[in-house]
Nanobody
Framework: QVQLVESEGGLVQPGGSLRLSCAAS????????MGWYRQVPGKQRELVAT???????NYEDSVKGRFTISRGNAKNTVYLQMNSLKPEDTAVYYC?????????WGQGTQVTVSS
């Protein structure tokens, strides 16, 4: 089993910044990739950014240049630095960890961008 603990999101003004973190613990023998997804009511969960075990990154087009995904030195923690936040970034953000034969999701954290 793998446990994922996400940091709290919050309320941020447009143009502001917020950093999310997600720490994986348990049977994390071989993490293939970690990433962040988001979901708003009535819509499917969408990819925000991913980072592979080799530190290759991938971003959804609307966040390129504003969001940065990274991993901690122990490689079991993933961060999402979000800058220049927009109201359309408002969503529940989920951490995802992919192992060789399984996938785990965090509990989700609300990020609200509003003045």
């Amino acid at each position: 089993q793998v446990q994922l603990v996400e940091s709290e999101g919050g309320l941020v003004q447009p143009g502001g910044s917020l950093r999310l973190s997600c720490a994986a613990s348990g049977s994390i023998f071989s993490i293939v990739a970690m990433g962040w997804y988001r979901q708003v009511p009535g819509k499917q969960r969408e990819l925000v950014a991913t980072i592979s075990s080799g530190d290759s990154t991938n971003y959804e087009d609307s966040v390129k240049g504003r969001f940065t995904i990274s991993r901690g030195n122990a490689k079991n923690t993933v961060y999402l630095q979000m800058n220049s936040l927009k109201p359309e970034d408002t969503a529940v953000y989920y951490c995802k960890t992919t192992l060789r034969t399984s996938v785990y999701w965090g509990q989700g954290t609300q990020v609200t961008v509003s003045s």
